[in-house]
């Protein structure tokens, strides 16, 4: 992993208190973000955690695990071609940070606990 990569790991976490660790091994790569849960209150206390696994012979394919400590379930998706690690991360940041927006909009909405 670059050093510019572990930066921008750093500066999410700060940003966006998404807690993210990234693991590079030879054969496959792994991003374990734990998102913040939004209160309609404006606060948060609970962290979601999610997985999503690929590697350098995946053809861009990504395993997503939406709450591994819970439940086995996963979903296959193509985010199309990743050369490297460091590509995988950026894919996966920006994946990650629109499921936050996607889910505080829903809160704003007045969707409560009953949303999916």
Request: a negative charge; charged letters at 30%; hydrophobic letters at 30%.
């Amino acid at each position: 992993m670059r050093e510019t990569t572990q930066e921008l790991l750093k500066k999410f976490e700060r940003d966006y208190e998404v807690y993210v660790d990234a693991t590079d091994a030879l054969t496959y790569w792994i991003i374990h973000a734990r998102i913040p849960k939004s209160h309609p209150e404006g606060l948060h206390h609970l962290h979601q955690g999610k997985k999503y696994v690929s590697g350098p012979n995946q053809d861009g394919n990504v395993l997503i695990l939406p709450d591994p400590r819970i439940s086995d379930a996963y979903l296959v998706e193509s985010w199309g071609p990743m050369e490297t690690f460091d590509d995988f991360v950026k894919k996966a940041l920006a994946r990650i940070l629109s499921e936050k927006d996607e889910a505080d909009n829903r809160q704003e909405a007045g969707c409560g606990t009953s949303c999916d």
